[in-house]
Nanobody, 120 residues
Framework: QVHLVESGGGLVQPGGSLTLSCAAS????????MGWYRQAPGKQRELVAT???????NYADSVKGRFTISRLNAMNTVSLQMNSLKPEDTDVYYC??????????????WGQGTQVTVSS
């Protein structure tokens, strides 16, 4: 089994910064990609940013230039640096990992979610 543990959410004023971290542990054979998604109540979960094993990144248009995703520790840990935060960034943020548990078996794993609230 693979577990993803997130940290770093909280309350911040508009224009402020937060850093989210996510660590993957357990039966990890190979990490294909890790990333962050967010979801507001009653809405679909949406992509925020991803980074693959080759270092390639992908960002939602709404966060480009403000958020930076980075991988650490041979891809088992990713961080999301969020700058110039806006009230519309308020959501529950979920860490995702597309991970092979064995040489042939992969799955999408999710963290428990961390609340980010941007408010004055």
């Amino acid at each position: 089994q693979v577990h993803l543990v997130e940290s770093g959410g909280g309350l911040v004023q508009p224009g402020g910064s937060l850093t989210l971290s996510c660590a993957a542990s357990g039966s990890i054979f190979r990490v294909v990609a890790m990333g962050w998604y967010r979801q507001a109540p009653g809405k679909q979960r949406e992509l925020v940013a991803t980074v693959n094993a080759g270092g390639g990144t992908n960002y939602a248009d709404s966060v480009k230039g403000r958020f930076t995703i980075s991988r650490l520790n041979a891809m088992n840990t990713v961080s999301l640096q969020m700058n110039s935060l806006k009230p519309e960034d308020t959501d529950v943020y979920y860490c995702n990992g597309r991970i092979y548990s064995t040489a042939t078996s992969w799955d999408d794993f999710w963290g428990q979610g961390t609340q980010v609230t941007v408010s004055s």
